[in-house]
């Protein structure tokens, strides 16, 4: 059976504009160190998908890409506002599309934490801290 889904997504400043129609594989939220580095936070969410075609709608020419010299690790970025974008793993076999670049909701939800043993040492503080819908206590 055939589960293609089409998803759209953005960067921050609105430059770059992607549309994907892919087989949805896993959702993961990823733990790792260097997942943390890459999204200067507690964990990057990703959906990965095949086939691997990105079909861009605008922005292509402001996208950079960084290949991590020591894991087959990459990140994908608006060169304007630093945002994550969907890319190609470094064989060209899988499609990572960053899930808070989505401007629609994927069927497919977070199936499993990984790297738990690598998770920021606030993270699960972070989930059991009191929620509100603004900041207004700084
Ligand atoms: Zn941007
Ligand atoms: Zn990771």
Same mark, same amino acid.
């Not at 989505?102 to 497919?108: C, H, S």
């Given at each position: 059976?055939?589960?293609?889904? !089409?998803?759209?997504?953005?960067?921050? /400043? &609105?430059?770059?504009?992607?549309?994907?129609?892919?087989?949805?594989?896993?959702? #993961?939220?990823c733990h790792?160190?260097?997942?943390?580095?890459?999204?200067?936070?507690?964990?990057?969410?990703?959906?990965?998908?095949?086939?691997?075609?990105?079909?861009?709608?605008?922005?292509?020419?402001?996208?950079?890409?960084?290949?991590?010299?020591?894991?087959?690790? !990459?990140?994908?970025?608006?060169?304007? /506002? &630093?945002?994550?974008?969907?890319?190609?793993?470094?064989?060209?076999?899988?499609? #990572?599309?960053?899930?808070?670049?989505?401007?629609?909701?994927?069927?497919?939800?977070?199936?499993?934490?990984?790297?738990?043993?690598?998770?920021?040492?606030?993270?699960?503080?972070?989930?059991?801290?009191?929620r509100q819908d603004?900041?207004?206590?700084?």
């Amino acid at each position: 059976m055939n589960n293609e889904e !089409t998803l759209t997504g953005s960067c921050l /400043c &609105g430059e770059c504009k992607y549309a994907i129609t892919s087989e949805l594989k896993h959702f #993961f939220h990823c733990h790792c160190i260097q997942c943390q580095k890459m999204t200067a936070s507690a964990f990057a969410a990703n959906i990965i998908a095949v086939p691997t075609k990105i079909n861009w709608l605008s922005g292509e020419e402001n996208i950079k890409r960084f290949d991590y010299p020591e894991r087959d690790f !990459t990140q994908v970025f608006c060169m304007n /506002c &630093g945002s994550g974008l969907p890319f190609l793993d470094g064989r060209g076999e899988l499609l #990572f599309i960053p899930t808070g670049t989505l401007d629609n909701v994927p069927k497919i939800k977070p199936e499993a934490n990984i790297y738990w043993t690598e998770r920021a040492k606030w993270y699960e503080h972070g989930i059991t801290a009191p929620r509100q819908d603004a900041c207004d206590n700084m």
